[in-house]
T-cell receptor
Framework: EPEVTQTPSHQVTQMGQEVILRCVPI?????FYWYRQILGQKVEFLVS????????KSEIFDDQFSVERPDGSNFTLKIRSTKLEDSAMYFC???????????FGSGTRLTVV | AQSVAQPEDQVNVAEGNPLTVKCTYS??????LFWYVQYPNRGLQFLLK??????LVKGSYGFEAEFNKSQTSFHLKKPSALVSDSALYFC????????????FGAGTRLFVKA
């Protein structure tokens, strides 16, 4: 069964450093998303990406965040200057259309120290 | 704006008994409704969805959910719970008439006791 893969599984970074979280969505999917989950609690929407541009973003997704699909297969989330409160599990997801459920990756646990 | 409420933080049920995990939603257009399950230290897995059609939808692992438009609810059900169903369950909604984001509820932890 096709999978969404995320790397790394765990990243520790110092406050103020830049991090890039990587995702490889399912190859024939058209919609891509990033969500985050703090301490196994609520799953929060960050951003959706379609047709090579951001289609929607939340209030969390401020100027510190950016997304990119650099080569037609990878989908990355960059946090420019990490803060302690950015520590969370970050999930990438993709879907074929908006009417389908998402396929989520296993997540990247980001720890900012 | 859309929103989802899962009124129970936790549901406890004995193995073999039926289970219900509740969800209500608010959306301005037509709702696309979803249930996901999360096992410890894992990502979210899609269980089922309602887009249109029959109000009772069937999904993975014997789960089903009933869409009730008048009560704006989409409760998850299973006729006979298994210990292995113990996990965190998320209801989610998307506005089917526009927008790209799916909003998740706070989650309900299901404990199935042997």
């Amino acid at each position: 069964e096709p999978e969404v893969t995320q790397t790394p599984s765990h990243q520790v970074t110092q406050m103020g450093q830049e991090v890039i979280l990587r995702c490889v969505p399912i190859s024939n999917h058209l919609y891509f998303y990033w969500y985050r989950q703090i301490l196994g609690q609520k799953v929060e929407f960050l951003v959706s990406f379609y047709n090579n541009e951001i289609s929607e973003k939340s209030e969390i997704f401020d100027d510190q965040f950016s997304v990119e699909r650099p080569d037609g297969s990878n989908f990355t989330l960059k946090i420019r200057s990490t803060k302690l409160e950015d520590s969370a599990m970050y999930f990438c997801a993709s879907s074929g259309t908006g009417a389908y459920g998402y396929t989520f990756g296993s997540g990247t646990r980001l720890t900012v120290v | 704006a859309q929103s989802v409420a899962q009124p129970e933080d936790q549901v406890n049920v004995a193995e073999g008994n039926p289970l219900t995990v509740k969800c209500t939603y608010s959306v301005s257009g037509n709702p696309y409704l979803f249930w996901y399950v999360q096992y410890p230290n894992r990502g979210l897995q899609f269980l089922l969805k309602y887009i249109t059609g029959d109000n009772l939808v069937k999904g993975s692992y014997g789960f089903e959910a009933e869409f009730n438009k008048s009560q704006t609810s989409f409760h998850l059900k299973k006729p006979s719970a298994l210990v292995s169903d113990s996990a965190l369950y998320f209801c989610a909604v998307r506005d089917g008439t526009g927008g790209f984001k799916t909003i998740f509820g706070a989650g309900t932890r299901l404990f199935v006791k042997a």
